[in-house]
């Protein structure tokens, strides 16, 4: 009988500490290098070249809780312009690099989620309710004081490689934008061979309502086959326009003086 009541009163200890890690915001870092093609700028001088930046990161949150979570920008996040002016050469150029607003909400009971994007103004509503299906290895690594686990699976996306490192210390299947579906919170996230990454760099453990954790209404209702169409589609405008390959677009333009 000693043995049976000490067994409950251990489990009792346990169990509050344990249920406090499902619910929280962990903030994350998104970070994807620029494709530009530095030999189609040879002619540019090389201080203007070494403005280009190679890549672009913004800040993300995402609030979880055992039923649903949401992933969105950061209220901190800007535009990150740069400007640049060459009095010998008459070249003027400056570039633009705005993160668009958006929201990924995720509802774990019947494991179905909804995407809110902005694309030159306009925002759009995309629904999915797959679940990648994922590979769990033996591989662990320690992220953030967390022992985390390696899982990869196939983007049905692009069919892009996903590695992504999990931890059960945060026993809830949600993780950053449309990464989720493993055995715990994701904390890092590689693919497009490294050029595309997401790492966590803070974990809050606290009280989330779950009626606050809503899944956005604003925008026109596409599949995810549509929105790529659309995508694809806008970027073949803008390369026809302004060359380049549609995803990069950098402006020059002689000063009249």
């Not at 030159?120 to 953030?144: D, Q, R, S, V």
């Not at 599949?223 to 589609?233: R, S």
Request: aromatic content about 8%; glycine content about 6%; overall charge negative.
């Amino acid at each position: 009988m000693k043995s049976l009541f000490a067994s409950v009163l251990l489990l009792l200890l346990i169990s509050p500490a344990f249920s406090q890690n499902t619910e929280g915001t962990i903030y994350y870092t998104e970070t994807i290098q620029l494709d530009i093609n530095l030999e189609e700028l040879k002619n540019l001088p090389e201080e203007m070249k070494a403005q280009i930046p190679t890549e672009q990161s913004s800040q993300n949150v995402l609030t979880f809780h055992p039923e649903a979570s949401l992933y969105t920008n950061s209220p901190e996040e800007t535009e990150q312009d740069i400007s640049y002016q060459d009095g010998d050469s008459d070249i003027d150029f400056e570039i633009k690099m705005e993160v668009p607003e958006s929201a990924y909400f995720y509802n774990i009971k019947n494991r179905s989620s909804i995407e809110s994007r902005e694309l030159f103004g306009k925002k759009f509503l995309i629904g999915e309710t797959k679940p990648e299906k994922w590979k769990i290895t033996k591989e662990t690594k320690e992220i953030l004081g967390y022992t985390c686990t390696k899982a990869t699976t196939t983007s049905s996306e692009d069919g892009e490689t996903v590695e992504a490192w999990f931890t059960n210390a945060i026993p809830v299947e949600v993780g950053p934008s449309s990464f989720h579906g493993l055995p715990g919170a994701i904390l890092s996230v590689r693919m497009k061979d490294g050029t595309y990454k997401i790492d966590a760099t803070k974990v809050e453990f606290k009280k989330v309502d779950r009626k606050e954790i809503v899944a956005p209404k604003k925008g026109k209702k596409v599949t995810a086959a549509q929105f790529k169409e659309i995508v694809e589609q806008k970027q073949k405008e803008m390369a026809d326009e302004y060359g380049g390959d549609g995803n990069i677009i950098i402006q020059t333009e002689t000063i009249e003086r």
